[in-house]
């Protein structure tokens, strides 16, 4: 028997009843990360309800998801907006970054293999190139992919789900902040300097390198992001 489903009023992809909470919070996750709700921007519980044909609950669930991570925030008597990231939120999510991926970066300097480090070097490299033409998307997945493998690499649980918990909020900070050509440029010098450090087993260097990287992120991103009048 087919899975049942419901789809979107405006041609959105259909939602498989059985995890529709799950698909919603992707969704609408997706949209915040990526701008198409606006930070400030209100959202309207039943005007999401109506788009997918499905209850308040699934959504009122969602927005409570979303909220836990940061992405928006109920006003008491007002409703439900996308958050204005604070500059608090950004030192935060940078600090916690810093420590973890410092201790992982160490660990994967010595685990990681060689094979995997010089594809991760390629890759950086051509995400580069693609970004001076304009094209951001493979750095995003680039930056994201090295991030993901160092820390994969520790095989710590923990560790590996503290960094998931903020990975939402971290995609949006790249795509509200950091993204000309100069930053990109900065973001790929360091990586290469981490994974040149990991292929020559240097501990020290890397991790050297990593807690620079991050110290770096936060300077650009909030300063990127008051330049466009996001963050409060």
């Given at each position: 028997m087919a899975t049942p489903s419901v789809r979107s009023r405006g041609g959105a992809a259909p939602l498989v009843v059985e995890s529709i909470s799950e698909q919603l919070y992707s969704i609408l996750c997706d949209r915040i990360t990526t701008g198409v709700y606006a930070p400030g921007s209100r959202i309207d519980p039943q005007a999401i309800a109506t788009e997918f044909g499905v209850s308040r609950t699934p959504v009122r669930d969602t927005l409570v998801r979303l909220e836990h991570d940061r992405l928006v925030e109920t006003r008491p008597r007002s409703g439900t907006f996308v958050t204005r990231p604070s500059r608090q939120d950004v030192h935060e999510v940078c600090q916690l970054r810093k420590g973890l991926e410092w201790l992982a970066t160490g660990v994967a300097a010595e685990?990681?293999?060689?094979?995997?480090?010089?594809?991760?070097?390629?890759?950086?490299?051509a995400a580069l190139r693609a970004?001076?033409?304009?094209?951001y998307e493979p750095f995003f997945a680039s930056d994201t992919r090295i991030h993901h493998e160092i820390i994969a690499h520790t095989d710590n649980s923990r560790l590996i789900a503290a960094r998931e918990s903020v990975e939402p909020f971290v995609y949006w900070l790249r795509v509200l902040g950091a993204t000309g050509p100069h930053r990109l440029a900065g973001s790929t010098r360091r990586h290469l300097e981490i994974l040149d450090a990991m292929a020559a087993r240097d501990i020290a260097a890397?991790?050297?390198?990593?807690?620079?990287?991050?110290?770096e992120v936060e300077e650009w991103t909030l300063a990127d992001m008051a330049s466009h009048d996001i963050v409060t």
């Open positions: 685990a990681m293999p060689l094979e995997q480090i010089a594809d991760l070097r390629e890759e950086a490299v970004a001076e033409q304009g094209d890397a991790q050297e390198a990593a807690a620079l990287h991050l110290t």
